[in-house]
Every structure is written in C-alpha cells, then in structure tokens.
C-alpha cells in the first residue's frame, strides 16, 4: 500500500509564491520519478514538472511554467516539491503529485495523489 500526501495550495495574489510538497510513504521498493500534474475543468490532466528519483535528477517543465517554476527532490524521505514563482491567474488548478514506484526490480506503479487546489486570483 503506497500512499502520496501533498501540502502547500492555497489561495495567492498574481505574482506570488507557493511551494508545494508530496511525500510518498508505504510500501515502496524504490521510486522511479515523481512530477507535478494540474487539471482545470473541462480539460485533461497536463504534466507540469518531473523529476527522476533513482537516476541523476533529470528535470522536464511544460512551457508554459519554464524559468517560474522549480522541482526538487529529496530522495531520503521521498519527497518532492514544487516552487512556484511569478503565478499568474492561468495557473489555477488542481495539483497532482504523481510517483512511478518501482515495487519489484521488474515492475513499476503509477500513484496519484489526492490533489491541492491552487488557485491566483486578486
């Protein structure tokens, strides 16, 4: 059983701060990658920001959150976060912390988290 525990939405004014924070806790072998997704309605669940785990580091930003937005890992206790800079109205949405968790050497998961409302507005 593998559960993912994100904190850190809220309310902020456009150009404002949040970081927000997913833990992965459970019964987990070892972690692949974890990223940030967002959903708004009426559209489909878009990739924000991925970070490997196991591997060096490597990081991939959708474009529209490159040079504002930040990932980061921190591998003991399975854990990423997000920065999040310069935020503007259109980054409203619902944050998805997603973990591909390697459960045996040959075979991997994917686990979402509950979701953290974001949300810029003045």
């Known amino acids: 059983q593998v559960q993912l525990v994100e904190s850190g939405g809220g309310l902020v004014q456009p150009g404002g701060s949040l970081r927000l924070s997913c833990a992965a806790s459970?019964?987990?072998?070892?972690?692949?990658?974890m990223g940030w997704y967002r959903q708004v309605p009426e559209n489909e669940r878009e990739l924000v920001a991925r970070?490997?785990?196991?591997?060096?580091?490597?990081?991939n930003y959708a474009d529209s959150v490159k040079g504002r937005f930040t990932i980061s890992r921190d591998n003991a206790r399975n854990t990423v976060y997000l920065q999040m800079n310069s935020l503007k109205p259109d980054d409203t949405a619902v944050y998805y912390c997603?973990?591909?968790?390697?459960?045996?050497?040959?075979?991997?998961?994917?686990?979402w988290g509950q979701g953290t409302q974001v949300t810029v507005s003045s």
């Open positions: 459970g019964s987990i072998f070892s972690i692949d990658a």
């Open positions: 997603n973990a591909i968790i390697r459960i045996t050497t040959s075979n991997t998961r994917s686990y």
């Open positions: 970070i490997t785990i196991t591997s060096g580091g490597n990081t």
